[in-house]
């Protein structure tokens, strides 16, 4: 759901797993969720990993890290 619906927010073509990207994206229960995965445009995903992101470290729709010296 999250990888067909969701949008690439950063890109890691030299990623130890091999080229991968971060999406970003929403469940059904509107929860934020992030997905490192192989590029989705390949016949074969490979997830790398999956979690929930912490609103300290992104920014209000998560698509954005923020800045050490960001203020919330």
Do not use: M
């Amino acid at each position: 759901e999250v990888i067909a619906n969701g949008q690439v927010i950063e890109d890691y073509p030299e990623d130890k797993y091999g080229p991968s990207c971060l999406i970003c994206g929403l469940t059904q229960a509107q929860r934020p969720i992030h997905v490192q995965c192989s590029y989705p445009s390949r016949s074969l995903i490979k997830i790398v990993t999956v979690y929930e992101p912490d609103p300290q470290r992104w920014n209000n729709d998560f698509t954005l890290r923020r800045r050490s010296d960001d203020d919330n």
